[in-house]
């Protein structure tokens, strides 16, 4: 298997985290029994629970993005160092902005996803 798959499963297990954490904030502001139910009339969520919440979403749009150029690099054989330190710095700059999401720092916060997207467009620029 290729490097680059292997970071693509990686981001996956970090969105798997990532919506943990955002059902445990939800859980523990909300209460399990009315997350259970249709979820209507359910409160704003606040704080911790919905930098969580939004730091999820944020991965879903990214990993959308990362997957992409992924499969194409390993169908077009396109594959090497440049695309497998880009898909590093990906996974690695995800995991800092969740936990710097979480923790509620907001300029670092963007930061670290712009590192993010060096990673995305080291990979395009190996496709095009």
Do not use: C, D
Not at 2 to 19: G, R, S, Y
Not at 60 to 80: C, D, M, Q, R, Y
């Amino acid at each position: 298997m290729k490097p680059e798959l292997m970071m693509l499963v990686w981001a996956i297990v970090l969105t798997f985290v990532q919506v943990l954490a955002a059902v445990t904030g939800a859980t523990l502001q909300v209460g399990l029994p009315r997350l259970a139910g249709n979820r209507e009339g359910l409160p704003a969520l606040t704080g911790w629970a919905l930098r969580a919440q939004r730091a999820h979403v944020n991965m879903l749009e990214s990993l959308v993005l990362f997957a992409a150029l992924i499969l194409v690099a390993v169908v077009a054989g396109k594959t090497n160092p440049t695309t497998l330190l880009g898909a590093e710095i990906f996974l690695w700059a995800r995991v800092a902005y969740a936990v710097v999401y979480w923790a509620g720092v907001p300029w670092l916060r963007t930061v670290v996803w712009f590192v993010s997207v060096i990673g995305l467009a080291m990979i395009f620029l190996q496709i095009v």
